[in-house]
């Protein structure tokens, strides 16, 4: 089943494709590296839900301290993937 409009707002690299929940913030306010090593940026909300679902992953240390310590606080909150749980 396709959910997805035309009219709905583009969401940040990072987000996952079956997570249904919009972007928070900027959409490069940080970047996850994958364990394999892939880069994509995103908002810290879904950096914080990719983070809490994937063993290895981590945040680019370039990211801004504030937004990196923001991803960890609400990844440690979050389930993995979160929005098979309906959060
Ligand atoms: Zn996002």
Do not use: N, Q
């Not at 839900?49 to 504030?66: D, I, K, N, Q």
């Amino acid at each position: 089943m396709d959910t997805r409009h035309d009219c709905a707002p583009p969401r940040c690299p990072a987000a996952p494709a079956p997570d249904p929940t919009p972007c928070e913030g900027p959409h490069d306010a940080a970047t996850i590296i994958y364990p394999h090593g892939r880069e994509v940026a995103g908002c810290v909300h879904h950096c914080a839900r990719v983070l809490a679902g994937l063993e290895g992953a981590r945040v680019h240390p370039f990211a801004s301290a504030g937004s990196a310590m923001e991803i960890y606080l609400r990844a440690r909150e979050l389930p993995p993937c979160a929005w098979e749980i309906g959060k």
